[in-house]
């Protein structure tokens, strides 16, 4: 009951961020009062019906259910025996369903609503073959060799180094490889870098740092990159927005244009 009223409140609160990102409207607010009352359906309603259905209902129907629906033990499976192509599988569709999260959204304040499928292909071939092994290779090899011991102190030197060294090196090298994917010059990917990084990681900023205490206090480490994976949802769907947002660029250039006046009036 618990597990379950926190993932609907924190589903809910993951699409009012969303709703808050997008949103044109100043006066928007986070709503406590809608998220609390996920919180509740979650824990009083949802859980007990799961509960019910998956333990008592489904098992009396079909015995052998588990065996025949052990999807947590092939992906455990897979994730023991090929655990760099699971995470990159993973970590794509993740991509991918990120960025076709952020195009819902903006659907819902466009008046013509279509979904580009070519920016979703770009998200899953960078979540597949730029993000995944990334992760993999900070969750499972460098962190753990860098800060072997277990212990909140530890999930904090983790989170330090994940937060201060890698997360940077991640958000200077995406714009450029998203951008090589996509086909446009590496002249572009300057200039997002220029525009959109700032912006960038404040946004990480937002999301990450309790995100990855959790990751790094309380999950197991094979399942690490799982849980990134899950938070990354909400994260790729800011990317998207701040990648394909045109107005982040515009404004750039409109602050450096009035600084510019500003100098030359002097």
Not at 139 to 150: D, N
Request: glycine share 4%.
């Amino acid at each position: 009951m618990v597990t379950s009223s926190l993932i609907a409140g924190f589903g809910d609160s993951l699409c009012q961020g969303m709703e808050l990102y997008i949103s044109k409207d100043q006066n928007k607010k986070f709503n406590f009062k809608r998220t609390r009352t996920f919180l509740i359906m979650g824990g009083l309603y949802v859980a007990p019906i799961l509960h019910l259905h998956y333990s008592y209902v489904l098992p009396y129907f079909v015995p052998n259910i588990w065996e025949i629906i052990s999807i947590s033990e092939r992906y455990n499976y897979h994730l023991s025996t090929r655990p760099l192509v699971t995470k990159m599988i993973t970590s794509g569709a993740i991509g991918a369903f990120g960025d076709l999260l952020c195009q819902t959204f903006e659907n819902r304040t466009k008046k013509e609503k279509s979904y580009n499928l070519q920016r979703t292909k770009s998200f899953f071939l960078t979540g597949t073959f730029f993000i995944a092994p990334l992760l993999h290779l900070s969750y499972s090899i460098v962190l753990p060799r860098l800060v072997p011991e277990l212990t909140t102190v530890g999930a904090i030197k983790k989170l330090a180094l994940d937060q201060l060294v890698f997360a940077p090196v991640v958000v200077t090298m995406f714009y450029p490889v998203i951008n090589f994917i996509e086909g446009k010059p590496f002249q572009q990917s300057i200039e997002d870098l220029k525009n959109k990084f700032i912006p960038t990681m404040i946004t990480n900023y937002k999301i990450w740092p309790l995100a990855n205490f959790i990751n790094f206090t309380f999950i197991p480490i094979q399942y690490q990159v799982l849980w990134a994976n899950m938070i990354s949802l909400l994260f790729n769907a800011c990317l998207s927005f701040i990648h394909n947002n045109k107005s982040i660029a515009n404004q750039s250039n409109t602050k450096e244009q009035s600084k510019a006046l500003g100098n030359n009036s002097d």
